[in-house]
């Protein structure tokens, strides 16, 4: 096969997967099964022809939720090779959960190249990465923030997510730039092992950045099941429900049922059928979006109640809230903000449906807004009453708080009498991810123990403070006051 067919550039989707699988061997799945998902195919196309002006979208980036044995790495490994072979000087990077994983993706590369592609090369390739005779690059990185600061390529693919370090996580995301043939882009790839962990977080904000989610799962990557094969015997079946008779991939049904066998139904669920994971170890385990978030109007005729959890580097966070006479309670609205003054974030909470300050019931707030700054000589405290506002607070044991809001989202009785708004996202997915530390972190000496502590991550656990002070003032009375609220 000459080189001038390994250079034809694909025009189209179909196009890309006849090349894909005429020059590099592999039958990409094209097929969406599941309603919310996409193909395969959709998250290999995105990348491929991200760069053509008329494609262009505002934000390049993508995260690719998908199954186990669900092809991730390897069609990455085609993503970079395309990316160099077809975008003149295009500098790929890419970054694993550890070095095991990078070894993995960049092996598929090496693997690619031996098809005929080596030729391409400026140079042989090294076990760290290779340079194309078009000036492309591709470099292993290794898991640390200084490895990937300083780094400034046009993309950057970073693989097994959820077993990133966060804080280079949080570098990497500094290190894209466009090029005149290549736009900027990240793209983050992985399983989703636990509700609160990074890959959670990372397709939580994805919705709301306009990132590209590719999510597939068995049904997508299974190879189709023949009518010989009877639905009735058939171990996959309550999750099948015939979705592989229409499948097109590649996974053998018998070693889909080999994996099924050995794991639990929490791991199979999450692994390879691409479902939240499992909740254990979460807070507020019973909280369910279909059940707690409701549309949520302002009932000038109820209470009015705002809660803060004060914040500069850690988010200033304030919810609004209403409560009947029968204790059910309303979130009305929130607002967490980072890196303003106090002073900034009253105006904006005074901004809120333009009431006066009479019109609230009542303010509470982290009863540690009372310490006095050694600079200032003043407090938070202090300070809101400065500026008319009747804050009020109530020290409580943490625990005490949690009781207080689990038995909120569903008592003894299993009835629920505490609804959000939609307008809460965050405290929404606070409620969803909030979670209690790895037993095993929990012992220096490496014995299994356990925390009645929730983990306190500097992202859930400000939300939920806020909601906390709400339901401790509201059942005594509140410092200073005169009646409970």
């Not at 390897?74 to 072979?85: E, G, I, K, N």
């Amino acid at each position: 096969m000459s080189h001038d067919d390994r250079l034809k550039r694909p025009g189209t989707k179909a196009q890309l997967r006849n090349y894909v699988r005429s020059h590099l061997r592999l039958d990409v799945p094209d097929r969406r099964i599941c309603d919310d998902h996409q193909s395969p195919l959709d998250y290999l196309a995105h990348g491929f022809f991200l760069d053509a002006k008329k494609r262009r979208k505002t934000n390049s980036d993508a995260i690719v939720w998908a199954n186990r044995a669900g092809g991730k790495t390897q069609l990455a490994s085609v993503a970079t090779l395309l990316d160099c072979l077809f975008k003149p000087g295009c500098h790929v990077r890419i970054l694993g959960g550890s070095g095991e994983q990078s070894s993995r993706l960049y092996n598929y590369v090496q693997h690619f190249l031996n098809l005929g592609y080596s030729d391409f090369l400026d140079k042989p390739a090294l076990k760290s990465g290779c340079v194309f005779k078009n000036g492309s690059t591709i470099e292993m990185l290794t898991q640390s923030a200084t490895s990937v600061r300083g780094q400034h390529v046009q993309k950057l693919r970073c693989d097994e997510v959820e077993l990133f370090d966060p804080d280079v996580l949080a570098a990497a995301k500094f290190t894209t730039i466009s090029s005149s043939s290549a736009r900027a882009s990240m793209e983050m790839i992985s399983t989703m092992h636990k509700p609160y962990g990074l890959m959670s977080r990372e397709v939580a904000q994805a919705e709301r950045s306009g990132c590209s989610v590719f999510k597939w799962c068995l049904w997508e990557t299974i190879e189709r099941c023949s009518s010989r094969r009877r639905c009735d015997a058939c171990e996959l079946r309550p999750d099948c429900q015939g979705k592989a008779r229409l499948a097109r991939g590649y996974l053998k049904i018998e070693d889909a049922i080999a994996l099924m066998r050995r794991s639990s139904r929490a791991s199979w669920e999450a692994e390879m059928l691409c479902e939240r994971p499992s909740r254990e170890g979460l807070v507020f385990s019973e909280f369910e979006r279909d059940v707690h978030v409701q549309s949520i109007q302002f009932n000038p005729d109820l209470p009015l109640y705002r809660s803060i959890d004060f914040g500069f580097v850690n988010p200033f966070v304030c919810l609004w809230m209403q409560r009947t006479a029968s204790g059910t309670i309303f979130i009305l609205d929130e607002y967490v903000r980072r890196g303003l003054p106090l002073a900034a974030n009253v105006r904006a909470l005074e901004e809120w449906l333009g009431l006066p300050e009479e019109s609230y019931t009542a303010t509470f707030c982290d009863p540690a807004g009372q310490q006095r700054e050694g600079l200032s000589g003043s407090s938070c405290v202090r300070e809101l009453r400065a500026m008319g506002i009747r804050v009020r607070y109530r020290a409580s044991r943490i625990t005490e708080g949690i009781e207080l809001i689990r038995s909120a989202i569903r008592n003894a009785q299993g009835t629920p009498s505490l609804f959000i708004s939609p307008r809460c996202p965050r405290l929404i997915e606070a409620l969803e991810c909030y979670h209690y530390p790895d037993p095993r972190s929990c012992l220096p000496t490496g014995r299994r123990g356990g925390s009645e502590r929730p983990e306190k991550d500097g992202v859930y656990d400000h939300p939920i403070d806020a909601l906390r002070y709400f339901f401790i003032n509201t059942k005594r009375r509140a410092y200073g006051g005169s009646r409970p609220y």
